[in-house]
């Protein structure tokens, strides 16, 4: 039995040879000049970083930047403890 030596790193099935598939880099939509304000009081804003068992999205798939990620999880506690939104989805 021999073994199949593959050592192209991007083995497509096209003979085209076309370049890797770019992925565009997100960026944070709390930072910029047309940027949301984080704050407690807007739930509606709020209510789109949070998963649908009540858990805050990490900042690597929301693409939210570490700062405003610390606020605005500082933000959806807040608003928890004021009853704004809910700690869980039913």
């Given amino acids: 039995m021999q073994k199949k030596n593959n050592n192209n790193k991007h ?3 096209d003979a085209t040879n076309s370049k890797p598939f770019f ?3 997100k960026t944070c939509p709390f930072s910029g000049p047309e940027a949301i304000a984080i704050d407690f009081r807007d739930t509606k804003t709020l209510t789109k ?3 649908e068992r009540g858990k ?3 900042a690597r798939i ?3 930047s570490s700062s405003k990620q610390r606020k605005l999880a500082q933000a959806i506690k807040r608003a928890r403890v004021l009853a704004l939104i809910p700690y869980v989805e039913r």
């Fill in 11 to 13: 083995d497509d099935n």
């Fill in 23 to 25: 992925r565009r880099r």
């Fill in 49 to 51: 970083f949070i998963s």
């Fill in 56 to 58: 805050i999205i990490p």
């Fill in 62 to 64: 929301s693409a939210v």
